[in-house]
């Protein structure tokens, strides 16, 4: 039978105790060369930070390395896509030259393994309390709409639907995400040039519900339409409404109650399509 070893750690003695103390009075900002101190006094840099802290030497309240880098040097990168480009160009240098980290490039998990991983995700999002799901709810938000422009980012062809996706040649260019939407984006053209309305935009603002913990965190209307007499709502375009459709709907108009939205149902799209041959480019 093996016996478990038991760790001792060596004391700390005075004299130690002196110098550590000297160095973090010593201490000019955050220029502490730790691994100097650590080295002398013949500790690792871990057992050095905990009698610190022990002893009160510390400043919990200093800033993190990277605001001290900040602070010094000032930001690095313009804009937070210049950062993430740098980061990408970065990452793909290093797997080109030394190839993956884990030699897992171009293979996928297990069954097995997806199961265990998607188990250990679950555990983790319980314990995570409303605040914390909120708090991360909204940093996604705000991330897609620095990435993408958009709470609602396109991420290719959706096998699972049948709305006809894709780019319109004759909207300019534009994605749409079913053949209503495009047909919709048509029928708003064909008022502009009869001047009822004055603009519109697509998919033009993502809005974030502040402090929600559960279900839909943001929505993005389909269009922002441009009356002639200066007024301005959103519009919906809605085959079916689904609950989440309705749970986003429902929480828009609570947190957001200035800002009219139109939808446009399945009657409502069918009145339209009655004017479908005077209107170009009308998907069937």
Not at 99 to 117: D, L
Not at 165 to 173: H, S, Y
Not at 194 to 211: D, I, K, L, Q, S
């Amino acid at each position: 039978m093996s016996k478990r070893i038991q760790k001792t750690h060596r004391p700390w003695d005075q004299a130690e105790l002196d110098r550590l103390r000297s160095a973090y009075s010593a201490e000019v900002g955050d220029r502490l060369e730790l691994a100097q101190l650590s080295a002398a006094l013949g500790r690792s840099r871990a057992n050095v930070c905990r009698k610190a802290r022990e002893l009160g030497l510390t400043r919990p309240n200093r800033p993190k390395k990277t605001q001290r880098m900040l602070n010094l040097y000032g930001p690095k990168f313009g804009t937070e896509s210049e950062r993430l480009a740098a980061s990408s160009a970065s990452a793909k240098r290093r797997i080109s030259e030394r190839g993956h980290p884990r030699g897992f490039a171009g293979k996928t998990h297990s069954a097995e393994s997806r199961a265990v991983i998607g188990a250990k995700s679950r555990e983790a999002a319980q314990r995570q309390t409303p605040e914390e799901r909120a708090s991360r709810g909204e940093m996604a938000a705000r991330t897609r709409l620095l990435r993408y422009g958009t709470g609602n980012p396109t991420r290719g062809e959706n096998a699972y639907s049948r709305a006809k996706r894709g780019k319109r040649d004759d909207l300019g260019g534009q994605f749409f995400r079913s053949a209503w939407e495009a047909n919709y984006a048509r029928y708003l053209n064909w008022l502009v040039a009869y001047g009822a309305v004055t603009t519109w935009e697509y998919e033009p603002e993502t809005f974030v519900f502040h402090g929600v913990t559960r279900g839909v965190l943001t929505y993005t209307p389909d269009f922002r339409v441009v009356w002639r007499w200066g007024s301005s709502e959103f519009h919906e375009v809605k085959g079916w409404m689904d609950p989440k459709s309705k749970a986003k709907l429902k929480r828009m108009s609570k947190f957001y109650p200035h800002h009219a939205v139109r939808v446009v149902g399945a009657s409502e799209y069918r009145a339209i399509a009655k004017w479908a041959r005077l209107i170009p480019g009308w998907e069937s």
